[in-house]
């Protein structure tokens, strides 16, 4: 991928621009110019170049004086190939060059910083990557589990910008400068377990373990909202969180449990 | 006692509170490709032929197997009929799986699959046990729709096992009142939280497999005979498992054969993820029945005849302990006191899905249907079938009609009383359909079902080491899907060794290579069998122990006692060693004893088909019927086990709450629908099936009685089924008291209870 | 899931250019649009080549009321909606539907936008890797019709399909009267849906909903939401409710009964003007089904007539808690 560049020669702005969120889509399918436009110009900066001249026009006055006169000619668009600056006349032709000669450049994968318990990665993603897929096969934390992996049993919750949601059901690249928390992110970093992962140990909130992770994470949001929920609260909170072994008597015990001891 | 019976926190629970649990879908190893299977997508055909070539060339892609690969004689015969891992000839059930294709990404094996081409000749497909049997049918195998345990497939109609006493047709003659009826349970699954998975990687001829199992060497076997390799060639983990009521039991073995294949093919490591949908429709489908019931009584509701006819499909292909789950229960068939009683059982094939067991088979079949054919008279006599049943069941010391005798903690009287004042019964009764009426709409019934579940007998091993600087460790191979179980015997073990529980610090349930052989968890065996293992073995160690103290201390062992890790002269206790002295001194040593435990040895009195002990429980409810849009709400329950002894407090609580919590969904709004014209499964996901939730599902009221059983370790009894046992039954008896109605098919959705009250 | 190209829109504009596009798809809350991929719901000629991100859109989640008109952003996540105190008090019957809309993580997720214009959710459509090519996806049959028809349609068939609108927002706004603009048109909610292969709404590719308005009920109006499903939580609705009556004028609108939103006029007209009783709203329990025919059942298939029953009792207690 060519970087960032600023070049300014006389009467020419040139720049080279990362193309992000290309949206140029492979296979030559049409998309919109303005759209191909826009999504050049992303970040404000444009692959055109609007190129000003000055002008100096000489003319002879009747009674033989000759006169300058400076103007300046209207300005004419070009627009400008990112990868090798080459100039095209209108917006088609460059799209079709891009299309035609930089094929690879166009690569899929993006390169996306997630904030995960406070700790920021840097990691390459393919746009259909789930959360869950990213955090568990990318980040290797996998202590959010994947249930359904659609959206229906809530075992693959994490916090979202201290909002619980499915990560299964949501991409990855869309998550970029959200801060997420997962199960990982909530013992201290001496290893002192959360109080909420302490009731949940003490009250033995969980049998086979695998929709721990989800429910942990959701009480969390919970409490943090909620600090002194009933157990009506509890219930309706945890109401997306499937427990297979039935266990919902020992978890409705173990967040009361945090509650009561200030398990925020 | 000083730690059986109380909740020191579970050993793993540190483990599975930060998420540090890895279960199989988290196991990576370098280089591991993925795996994904070809499945048809029709319920009956001839496989005409299979083209894998365009899917071989698909970049990315690294091996692509079908029968083809397997060896000739590798079937795996723990399915009923034995099987190779692929389909050959025909496929019989929407999900039998035709190829497999492994590849350097999730994705890229998806595409490949569907680049297999496979020419099928469909075939008429056959969905109902009963229709299965008759002479037309489409025939699923050769010889016949009928499997049977001394020939395999027989002739469609052959019974697969049956038990008889007396005479029913004279005892139905002997009555006053009497019912012939059929009922039917759908099709469900085992819900698996976890989306299975197995990794196998070849070292040479040896395989290591990863896998989500129910433990036990049972995997083993079935690998060395697929492919003929030694069992000690193989090495089998089985990480943490999300609950599989008996999913993993056999099924896992399939998925475990195919990415094995893959695995030696690719010449690299494979995983294979099962997606939500081959979890539900693809690896157990469990007690589907269809049960013709005849029963017969006096005025006075005692029993002249019962007899139960059940067909009971197995799908295309079931797994052997399917076809056990159909006659498991059937001792029971007298157990509310019957002269005359018949039990027959059809093992039926049928082109719906593999035919399973969920955990407690048999009781939402067999132990329903004798439950309703009691109910069906009782109700008719006006007679309160709770009350009924307390006074007329079989006691402690009775043999029921194959000889199987009741233990001393088969205490039902205390578990039916106890379940029946949980949700105060006595104020609540009342005739059926003539309750009060609350809300305009809504009619509320209460209902009584005895719970209990045979524990099968089988092997337990366990090893015990105390190592040098005194801390302790065990291991035995019974999986770990939260059934509780090592900290059960980490309970037991500190209270037989006088260790402080802390000192237990590993306790491994996973690991083939080092643990002796166990069978897998199942039959509610673990803790009884494996609790008699630890229990000797640390008799053994115990005395090690001992003797070395003594020789420390200058003393003989018999003036010893040990408490929290220190052995200490009784007399004066100041004169002491923690268990890390003895081992030091006068040399380094570890204690190792490996302990195997024979079922069969334990009991040799209890006599019966499978011996097993029908330790006492009971579930009692309250529900309450919106009698104008069908909607069955259960709004009390409670449920009352004798456990002999709780060893862990909370884990055996969490048992019989959970166990009760989880199953009575199945009584009225739990099943799968089946498409009737393809066979294809409609709903393959937890979007749609209607499991237990926080908001939906009573916590049961708990009652815990102790009174021991004498062959169960320090008394315990088992408990992991049976604390399932008896849900439907006391559903739907109650909802007959509701609205004076009997709806004859589980479950009672809205559709089948608005029908029964004439609104449809 | 497959792979597809992800464009980040910043403004309505952009994103409507960019839907048009072949086979572009916007995702909102994406909790419709991921299942069906994951799942290959639809033929692979029908799988987004573009999939156009309307989050990054700023200023389209808002709750307002302004001059008798509450404004709700199209991005508004249904948590939102169901806490927000003043929708709850005098626009209750839509804060009680996105209240049990789902479950909670859904609602944080799920947006009022992508709640009405979700596909449906019949079991053949949905079944994996396109196994049923019905009607709706271009094929030429409707697999319900002779197989489980239980959760379908009991109307009858549109166009042969008996699929029904799985929206419990979507009643809600047809009671009250609500307006759902787009960035080319406003629509009376009621016109929203429609029969389309294989969407469900009336929207151009390249139409985006903006904003729902809904004008405010006047004093003495109340509105409710009644639901019906197996579970409490998580389940789509088998049928549902939302009815609006003041002093005159009464508006009922059933859901999960007919491929769209069902507006019971029969109902609305036995119960306008009369008192609000159990024998008022159990006739109006009666009008609303008159002319439901139901599918009958077949060997393992229960039909849905029982589905009229339930429909009857959600009218008739949607009606008694507007007292």
């Keep these: ?264 | 006692m000083t730690i059986v019976g109380t909740s020191p926190i579970v050993k793993d629970a540190r483990l599975k509170v930060t998420g540090q649990a890895i279960y199989t879908q988290d196991v990576n190893i370098p280089g591991m490709l993925h795996g994904k299977i070809l499945r048809s997508p029709l319920a009956h055909a001839k496989i005409i032929s299979i083209d894998t070539a365009e899917a071989e060339l698909l970049p990315g892609v690294r091996a692509v197997v079908t029968h083809k690969d397997c060896r000739p004689d590798g079937m795996n015969s723990y399915w009923s009929p034995p099987r190779l891992m692929f389909a050959v000839d025909k496929v019989r059930f929407v999900g039998d799986p035709v190829a497999a294709v492994a590849a350097d990404t999730v994705e890229i094996a998806e595409e490949a699959v569907k680049l297999i081409k496979v020419e099928y000749q469909e075939l008429p497909l056959v969905l109902d046990p009963i229709e299965a049997l008759k002479p037309d049918a489409p025939q699923i195998y050769e010889a016949g729709n009928s499997f049977t345990m001394a020939q395999g497939m027989a002739t469609s109609g052959t019974p697969c096992f049956a038990a008889t006493k007396g005479d029913i047709e004279q005892g139905l003659k002997e009555a006053d009142i009497s019912a012939d009826f059929i009922i039917s349970t759908p099709i469900i699954t085992n819900h698996s939280p976890e989306t299975d998975t197995t990794v196998a990687q070849w070292f040479g001829e040896q395989l290591t497999v990863w896998s989500s199992s129910q433990g036990g060497f049972t995997l083993h076997s079935i690998l060395s005979m697929v492919f003929g390799i030694r069992e000690t060639d193989i090495h089998l983990i089985s990480n943490y498992s999300g609950a599989g009521h008996g999913a993993n039991l056999k099924e896992c073995s399939m998925r475990a054969c195919i990415t094995a294949l893959l695995s030696r093919k690719a010449k690299m490591p494979v995983k294979i993820s099962y997606t939500k949908r081959e979890v539900f429709s693809c690896m157990s489908m469990p007690d589907k029945a269809k049960i013709r019931v005849r029963v017969g009584a006096k005025d006075d509701g005692s029993l002249t005849a019962l007899e139960i006819l059940q067909y009971h499909d197995i799908g295309g292909y079931g797994e052997t302990h399917a076809v056990y789950s159909g006659f498991a229960q059937s001792s029971l068939v007298d157990f509310y006191k019957c002269p005359n009683v018949k039990f027959v059982l059809y093992t039926c094939m049928t082109n719906n899905g593999v035919g399973g067991y969920f955990r407690s088979y048999g009781p939402e079949m067999t132990c329903w249907a004798i439950e309703m054919g009691i109910e069906r008279v009782l109700g008719k006599l006006g007679i309160d079938a709770g009350k009924f049943k307390l006074k007329n069941h079989l006691q402690p010391g009775d043999k029921t009609h194959d000889d199987t005798l009741l233990t001393e903690s088969s205490v039902f009287d205390i578990d039916f009383t106890a379940a029946m004042n949980g949700i105060g019964w006595d104020t609540k009764w009342h005739a059926p359909g003539k309750g009060e009426t609350y809300e305009g709409s809504k009619k509320r019934g209460v209902g009584l079902a005895c719970a209990t579940k045979h524990h099968t007998k089988n092997d337990k091993s366990v090893e015990l080491k105390i190592s040098r600087d005194g801390s302790i460790q065990f291991n035995s191979f019974p999986g770990n899907f939260g059934q509780g179980i090592g900290s059960s015997l980490s309970v037991l073990l500190a209270e037989a060794l006088g260790a402080k529980y802390e000192d237990i610090n590993t306790v491994i349930l996973g690991d083939s290579d080092i643990s002796p052989f166990t069978t897998c968890s199942f039959g509610s065996s673990t803790l009884f069998y494996g609790g008699h293992a630890i229990l000797q073995a640390a008799q053994e160690a115990r005395a090690i122990l001992f003797e070395r103290a003594a020789n420390i201390l200058g003393v003989k062992a018999e003036d010893l006692e040990s408490k929290d890790s220190v052995i200490s002269l009784k007399a004066d206790p100041t004169k002491k060693v923690t268990f890390k002295d003895a081992l030091q001194k006068p040399y380094v040593f570890d204690i190792v004893i490996s302990n195997h435990v024979y079922g069969p040895a334990v009991q040799t009195n209890t006599g019966g088909r499978g011996g097993g002990i029908f330790p006492s429980g009971a579930l009692a409810v309250e529900v309450e019927v919106d009698t104008e849009t069908g909607q069955v709400t259960v709004l009390e329950a409670c449920s009352s086990h004798n456990l002999g002894k709780a060893i862990h407090r909370k884990v055996a609580e969490g048992q019989v709450s959970g166990g009760a919590l989880l199953n009575i969904p199945r009584a009225h709004r739990l099943f799968i629908p089946i498409d009737p014209v393809t066979g294809t499964p409609l709903v393959t996901s937890d979007d749609g099936y209607a499991w237990a939730t926080m908001v939906d599902d009573v916590m049961p009221i708990v009652n815990i009685t102790e009174v021991p059983e004498p062959l169960g370790p320090m008394g315990a009894a088992p408990i992991g089924e049976k604390s399932v046992a008896g849900t439907s039954a006391a559903v739907m008896s109650a909802v007959f008291n509701a609205i004076g109605v009997w709806i004859d098919d589980k479950p009672l959705t809205p559709d089948k209870v608005l029908k029964a009250l004439g609104k449809v | 899931m497959k792979t597809f190209e992800h464009f980040n829109a910043n403004t309505i504009e952009e994103a409507s250019m960019a839907l048009e596009s072949e086979n572009a798809e916007a995702i909102a809350g994406g909790t419709d649009l991921l299942g069906r991929l994951k799942n290959d719901v639809l033929s692979s000629a029908m799988y987004p080549k573009t999939i156009i991100n309307l989050k990054t859109i700023s200023s389209l989640s808002y709750i307002k009321e302004e001059t008798g008109i509450l404004k709700i952003g199209a991005l508004t996540p249904l948590s939102a909606i169901a806490a927000d105190t003043n929708v709850q008090s005098k626009y209750s019957a839509l804060a009680q539907a996105a209240g049990k809309t789902a479950s909670p993580h859904l609602r944080e997720m799920g947006t009022i936008g992508g709640n009405i214009c979700q596909y449906n959710r019949c079991w053949y459509f949905r079944n994996p890797d396109n196994r049923f090519d019905c009607i709706r996806k271009g094929g030429n049959m409707c697999f319900a019709m002779m197989g489980d028809n239980r959760y379908h349609s009991i109307f009858g068939a549109v166009q042969g399909c008996i699929a029904v609108n799985p929206s419990d927002t979507a009643p809600a706004l047809i009671a009250l009267n609500a307006i759902i603009v787009t960035n080319k048109d406003a629509y009376e909610a009621e016109n929203f849906w429609d029969y389309a292969v294989p969407g469900s709404t009336i929207l151009a590719a390249n139409e985006i909903v903006k904003e729902i308005q809904i004008p405010t009920p006047a004093s003495g109006t109340k509105s409710a939401f009644q639901k019906f499903a197996l579970r409490k939580t998580i389940d789509f609705p088998i049928v549902n409710c939302a009815v609006l009556i003041s002093r005159e004028d009464a508006r009922i609108c059933l859901n999960a009964v007919h491929n769209n939103p069902y507006r019971a006029t029969k109902a609305e007209d036995a119960i306008k003007g009369k008192a609000i009783d159990e024998a008022n709203a159990e006739a109006a329990g009666a009008a609303a089904v008159s002319g439901a025919i139901g599918m009958p059942g077949n060997g393992s298939n229960p039909g849905n007539k029982y589905k009229i029953q339930i429909a009857k009792t959600l009218v008739k207690r949607a009606i008694l808690a507007c007292k």
């Design chain 1, 1 to 264: 991928m060519p970087e960032k560049e600023k070049e300014t020669q006389d009467g020419q702005i040139s720049r080279r621009q990362f193309i992000r969120n290309a949206g140029i889509v492979v296979g030559g399918t049409a998309v919109g110019s303005a759209f191909l436009l826009t999504a050049c110009g992303g970040d404000g900066e444009t692959v055109t170049n609007t190129v000003t001249k000055t002008v100096n026009v000489t003319t002879t006055a009747g009674s033989g004086t000759t006169q300058t006169v400076t103007t300046t000619a209207a300005g004419t668009t070009t627009y400008v190939c990112p990868y090798d600056n080459q100039q095209f006349a209108n917006l088609a032709e460059l799209k079709a060059h891009l299309e035609a000669q930089h094929m690879e450049a166009l690569t899929k994968t993006r390169l996306v910083t997630l904030n995960v318990n406070s700790n920021d990665y840097i990691v390459e993603v393919e746009p259909q990557w789930t959360l869950a897929f990213v955090i568990r096969d990318k980040l290797g934390l996998t202590g959010t589990k994947i249930g359904c992996d659609e959206g229906a049993c809530g075992t693959c919750t994490v916090l979202l910008e201290s909002i619980p949601i499915l990560s299964c059901m949501v991409l990855a690249i869309e998550c970029e400068s959200k801060n997420i928390l997962t199960i990982e992110g909530l013992e201290a970093k001496d290893g002192t377990l959360h109080p909420i992962q302490k009731a949940f140990s003490e009250e033995m909130g969980f049998q086979c373990g695998f929709c721990t992770p989800g429910i942990i994470v959701t009480t969390k949001a919970l409490l943090d909202k909620n600090p002194s929920p009933t157990t009506d609260d509890i219930k309706s909170a945890l109401s997306g969180n499937l427990c297979s072994c039935g266990a919902y008597d020992s978890i409705l015990k173990s967040v009361l449990s945090a509650a009561n001891k200030g398990g925020i």
